[in-house]
């Protein structure tokens, strides 16, 4: 069948070029704005640390040092993290390889199921529930400490430093594109925090106010499908030590205003675009099917049923939409590349994503589904030799 195919492109060519042109221009407007779209929402998303709705920053304050000593904490933190992932955001600075140049800050973290949200990773890859919840020294650095220490990027063997104990990097945070909150912050499992820290751990963390309490902060975020009330999460925590104050952080959303308006432009735009191709690609397909009138005619003449013409033509038609989505990606992934520089300094970003296949190839294939089957059954309707002819 392929070869009967192939053997109809060549007969059909400058037909065929024509539509490889139409659904090529089609797919990479919607392919990039797709990532246009994915883009605005990812820093909407980073903005926030994640969805507003699905997290809480909580502050405990207490004027007794013990309340808020590693021991308590620890009993906290795991218990915490049955229902949430826990991050404390106000745990300073460290030294990473005893280096003062590679000043960075540390955020222990702590989960047993997957997060509503986490951190975006460059390369590598993020904690494991295991991992997250366990003592392994393993940690995520952001990229401009990678830039630092690991020039050439890091590999399965690569390793830092922290008050002397070694651990292994597994991922880089950040954004390839611009600067985000994550460029110099090493993400650490909090039961593998290093000894001199859990020793010293409420002098180290612990910040200083005006009423002279000791303050830790904590960011809780949902684990994924659950409906916890976080305020109650954290207030359970700390109900049975009357030394504890809680408050909490309201966390504004900026899926509003600009952000809003830049993706509805993008999916406008888009939009607009592909249905004018769409039509362009439905005339060209009917030119097409209409052109090969005689030959659709013989075959139905020699015994082929409507089913096996409509079958060979919606194939045809297909493989065309097919071969121009790889072709549209292919070129959307040579356009980051080329003009990644200027990308980085606008600070966006047209990155292929998995979303990027799946939705163009859909689009394309539906399209190619669409706009063969509509003119081919009209076609088959008429006898085949008042067909021939006219």
């Known amino acids: 069948m392929l070869a009967n195919i192939f053997k109809n492109y060549r007969k059909n060519l400058l037909s065929v070029i024509f539509l490889i042109i139409g659904y090529f221009i089609g797919i990479l407007s919607l392919s990039i704005g797709i990532s246009v779209v994915n883009n605005v929402r990812d820093y909407s998303l980073d903005s926030t640390s994640g969805n507003v709705n699905n997290m809480i920053i909580a502050n405990v304050s207490s004027n007794k040092i013990n309340s808020l000593s590693y021991k308590n904490i620890n009993i906290i933190m795991n218990e915490m993290s049955s229902t949430s992932e826990a991050d404390i955001l106000n745990f300073g ?31 590598g890859r993020y904690f494991s529930n295991l991992e997250c919840s366990s003592s392994n020294k393993v940690v995520i650095i952001g990229k401009k400490l990678e830039n630092q220490i690991f020039p050439n990027g890091i590999n399965k063997d690569s390793q830092i430093k922290i008050y002397d104990e070694e651990y292994k990097v597994i991922g880089i945070s950040g954004r390839k594109t611009r600067e985000t909150q994550w460029d110099s912050t090493v993400y650490i499992p909090f039961n593998a925090l290093p000894k001199v820290i859990k020793k010293n751990f409420s002098e180290r963390m612990i910040g200083t106010n005006t009423r002279n309490d000791y303050t830790v902060s904590f960011l809780l975020r949902k684990t994924k499908n659950n409906k916890v009330n976080l305020k109650n999460v954290v207030n359970n925590s700390f109900k049975n030590d009357r030394n504890c104050e809680v408050s909490f952080t309201t966390l504004d959303s900026k899926e509003n205003s600009s952000i809003f308006n830049s993706i509805f432009i993008t999916m406008i735009i888009s939009g607009m675009i592909l249905i004018v191709v769409v039509i362009n690609v439905a005339n060209l397909s009917l030119f097409w099917i209409f052109n090969r009138k005689s030959e659709i005619c013989i075959k139905k003449i020699l015994g082929a049923s409507d089913s096996e013409i409509i079958t060979s033509i919606v194939l045809e038609t297909t493989i065309i939409a097919a071969f121009s989505s790889v072709m549209a990606i292919i070129v959307h992934g040579l356009i980051f590349k080329l003009y990644y520089n200027y990308f980085v300094t606008a600070g966006t970003s047209i990155e292929i994503s998995i979303y990027n296949w799946i939705i163009s190839f859909a689009v394309s294939i539906i399209c190619g589904i669409i706009s063969s089957i509509a003119p081919i059954k009209e076609m088959l309707k008429m006898e085949p030799a008042e067909a021939l002819k006219s």
Request: hydrophobic residues 35%.
């Open 93 to 123: 600075s460290a030294n990473i390889n005893d280096n003062k140049n590679y000043l960075s800050s540390i955020i222990p973290i702590i989960n047993t199921k997957k997060s509503d949200w986490n951190i975006p990773i460059i390369s």
